[in-house]
């Protein structure tokens, strides 16, 4: 954006989730100021991410302000937007991921849009969902495209405990429903595991990479190009609807073993020689076409749509 930055702050909201402090960083580095919002958590010291947040703070506190928010209190997110042009959210909770969290971070979703749309200087609202939104339903290894019109099917996550892929389904299809009815402009952006410092430390999250993999649909997403496809989705007039976000498929077994010793423990797949074998499903073979991301690489070369 360079000298073409906005007037006003943008909300980053949950600053303190892993992909949330990325975005920081990445809109600190471009001149942007920013609203940095923490969800307020019940006890415990702040988190090593809040404490680099609040330093971050004190070191220039004209570009940077903290804001205490509860998703639950509507009113604290009014707060944490005003005089914004623009807001990330990105919500995030801690494993592990159950029903509760599950109707939390819903609760939440809605909250964050609805301030958004009593929010006079709110522009454009991007939204971090995850890959795991459009990825698990039966049969999805009969499936030949896997793309921004995908979703994952609520009963099929509840039957296996998908917990975290039916926070960010729920969460995401509440977020839209809204934002179609308020009349907002939003873009959600969907990516896969997430890599990058201390990932495995400060971004803890349970994953089925296992069978993400059997079925062709583990993929992986650098987070600093992540944080220039949020920043891009926000400055973009062009953007709308989802972008599947990631770097690269995984189909390998070179591949699976590298990203399960990065990621150690946060996700581990299966040592067993079958597992990293010509997989099948259904007598299909699985094939790395099925994940397509082209509308995100329209976005980044700057022809989105």
């Known amino acids: 954006m360079g000298s073409d930055l906005p007037d ?17 960083k990445g809109l600190l580095s471009r001149g942007y100021s920013v609203h940095a919002a923490i969800q307020n958590k019940k006890g415990g010291e702040a988190t090593e991410i809040e404490k680099k947040i609040m330093e971050m703070a004190k070191e220039d506190d004209t570009k940077l302000v903290v804001f ?43 909250n964050v849009v609805e301030a958004c749309a009593q929010t006079d200087s709110i522009a454009k609202i991007v939204f971090t969902s995850s890959l795991t939104a459009a990825i698990w339903r039966e049969n999805i290894c009969s499936e030949k495209d896997v793309d921004e019109r995908s979703w994952s099917d609520q009963s099929f996550c509840r039957k296996f ?11 995401e299809q509440a977020a839209w429903a809204l934002a179609m009815d308020r009349d907002l402009n939003m873009v959600s952006i969907n990516p896969g595991l997430v890599l990058g410092p ?20 583990l ?25 599947l976000c990631f770097d690269q498929i995984v189909n390998t077994e070179e591949e699976a073993v590298k990203i ?8 581990s797949l299966p040592q067993s020689s079958n597992f990293y074998r010509s997989y099948e499903c259904g007598g299909s073979e699985v094939y790395e076409e099925r994940l397509r991301n082209k509308k995100l690489n329209k976005l980044v070369e700057g022809t989105a749509y």
């Open 68 to 110: 205490g928010v509860d998703v639950l209190d509507y009113q604290s997110i009014l707060v944490a937007l005003k005089s914004c042009s623009g807001v990330f959210c990105c919500l995030d909770f801690q494993d592990p991921y159950d029903e509760k969290m599950v109707d939390l971070e819903v609760r939440g979703a809605i």
């Open 219 to 243: 993929a992986y997403v650098n987070v600093n190009f992540l944080v220039s496809v949020h920043i891009r989705a926000m400055e973009d007039t062009s953007t709308c609807g989802r972008y």
């Open 161 to 171: 405990k998908l917990w975290y892929a039916l926070a960010k389904t729920l969460s």
């Open 260 to 267: 399960a010793q990065g990621l150690s423990p946060l996700i």
């Open 8 to 24: 006003h702050p943008v909300c980053v909201l949950d600053a303190s989730s892993y992909v949330g402090f990325w975005i920081l």
């Open 198 to 217: 201390s990932v495995s430390q400060q971004n803890p999250r349970s994953t089925r990479a296992a069978q993400m993999f059997e079925n062709g649909v």
